[in-house]
């Protein structure tokens, strides 16, 4: 008879595991796991009593003195049983006569592994050990199994959810992007409409200023000609002309500078609704970036500090309308980081863009010591230690002992440097390895898409053939460096 202390323990019945209710996310623990153990001083006919009485047992665990020893397969089992006097030598004898025959390489992972990684890495094993059931470790002293079959159909669960979120997200993606476009479309066509009046109010407002001055001039000499009048001196009091000369002025300096920022804001809209551009133009990034702060001025006026240590930079070849978007991606997730803290006592939280033109030597910095200074502001040190690094790679490259990266860099030695930075709470290492991934988002449901960086990522890399490489330490504050071929 069995041991009462071997029954089956499944953490998660059978049924629902293979009933497709898994997530991306889901573990072994998730799956139906045995708790089959015998002692290694057991004969081998409690094995096979195990085997026939629990047709779905994928083996048993082999213990010694209540700790792990290994595991036999019932495959591996009924295969030496099936030799030539199999039976007479293993069902009749303790059971560690039978594992130092049957013993093979086991694989083990805890209880938390991904049901993706151990499928995959179950699938790397030899032929021989393809359909060996793996062993869960649940706790210290407490190790099941979790048949390969079963693993595999999770897995192809696992794969088909995410095929079908893949597909949705992409059809969401489309239908988002299609919003966009057309959204460029109407932005650009209304921002044409009204620049028009825009400007035919700010041209005239120079003639009205110059007529004011006229008519006042006018109504003075009318004064001294004719002279002291209680009617006219009746009518002045009335309509308080001493203030009314005085906030005429006024009023039209207040005109002029609302119409010049209607014609800035109408301008930054066409710019930045440029998405569908298909040929690079000379276009100026400060204005570029100058366009976008703008338009997101609604989020920055409520207590953020925005520096600008803008260099001086050539015209260069881009997408404007669509760098203008990477800008916008970048200061929106520098805001949202920002909001975290915005509270925090004697806290001022400021976003800093700098730009300038550097070599390949400082375009080319990317050990992550370099990175860790550029955040804790010891920038020029960086750029010393990245010349430094730039020469042993040059250096290696000519010796054949580069890595293919080199190809990729600009031939000319210069390139554009835009460096977007926060003083927030900063990026976790292990999120920032993910950060450029696609649909992935720290955000809640409803709140972010996880697409905004990805996008961002694309059109700088693949677009306009740049780099973007990403500065963050926890607590400190978090930095976009943006570099684009100067060509």
């Given amino acids: 008879m069995l041991n009462t202390s071997c029954v089956e323990r499944p953490v998660q019945p059978a049924s629902e595991a293979d009933s497709g209710e898994l997530r991306l996310d889901s573990t072994l623990q998730e799956l139906s796991l045995y708790d089959f153990q015998v002692e290694a001083t057991d004969f081998g006919i ?15 665990i082999l213990t010694n003195q209540g700790k792990f020893v290994g595991m036999i397969s019932r495959r591996r089992f009924l295969e030496f049983l099936s030799r030539p006097f199999g039976r007479e030598l293993f069902l009749k004898r303790p059971v560690k006569a039978l594992y130092r025959f049957a013993e093979i390489e086991t694989l083990i992972f805890p209880s938390n592994t991904l049901i993706v990684d151990a499928a995959r890495k179950s699938l790397q094993r030899s032929k021989e050990l393809l359909y060996e059931p793996i062993v869960v470790q649940v706790s210290p002293q407490t190790y099941t199994l979790v048949d390969v079959r079963e693993l595999l159909v999770a897995q192809s669960n696992i794969h088909e959810l995410a095929t079908k979120l893949l597909r949705q997200r992409t059809q969401s993606q489309l239908i988002q992007t299609e919003k966009l476009a057309s959204l460029g479309q109407m932005v650009a066509g209304v921002a044409h409409e009204i620049r028009n009046p825009v400007t035919c109010i700010s041209g005239n407002l120079g003639f009205l200023s110059n007529y004011s001055k006229d008519i006042m001039e006018l109504l003075s000499a009318y ?28 009023i039209i300096k207040s005109m002029k500078a609302s119409s010049e ?66 800008f916008m991606n970048i200061v929106s997730n520098a805001i949202d980081a920002l909001e975290e803290v915005k509270g925090e006592k004697g806290f001022v939280p400021a976003i800093t863009i700098e730009t ?49 990266e080199a190809a990729g860099k600009n031939q000319n030695n210069a390139w554009i440097a835009i460096r977007i930075a926060d003083n927030g709470p900063g990026i976790a290492p292990e999120i920032q390895r993910r950060i450029f991934d696609t649909f992935f988002t720290t955000k809640p449901a409803g709140k ?5 960086l990805a996008i961002t990522h694309q059109i700088v890399t693949e677009k306009h053939k740049g780099k973007l490489n990403l500065h963050s330490t926890p607590g400190t504050g978090t930095e976009f460096e943006i570099l684009l071929p100067l060509i």
């Fill in 261 to 326: 920022r209607l014609r800035e804001l109408v301008t930054s809209l066409h710019t930045f609704s440029h998405m569908d551009e298909t040929h690079l133009k000379e276009a100026s990034l400060h204005e570029c970036i100058d366009s976008t702060l703008l338009i997101m001025k609604n989020r920055l006026k409520y207590g953020f500090k925005v520096v600008k240590k803008y260099g001086d930079l050539p015209l260069v070849k881009c997408y404007s309308g669509q760098l203008s978007q990477v």
């Fill in 46 to 60: 409690k094995i096979s009593q195990m085997l026939e009485t629990n047709p779905l047992l994928p083996g048993v």
């Fill in 448 to 452: 972010g898409t996880g697409l905004g």
């Fill in 356 to 404: 300038e033109v550097i070599d390949t030597s400082d375009g080319d910095c990317v050990n992550s010591e370099l990175l860790q200074n550029y955040v804790l502001g010891d920038r020029q040190n960086a750029k010393v230690r990245a010349a430094q690094l730039s020469r042993r790679e040059s250096s290696a490259s000519q010796n054949g002992d580069f890595s293919p």
């Fill in 223 to 250: 004064e001294q000609i004719v002279g002291p009048n209680e009617q006219i001196d009746a009518l002045k009091a009335n309509i308080e002309f001493d203030f009314l000369q005085e906030d005429w002025v006024e």
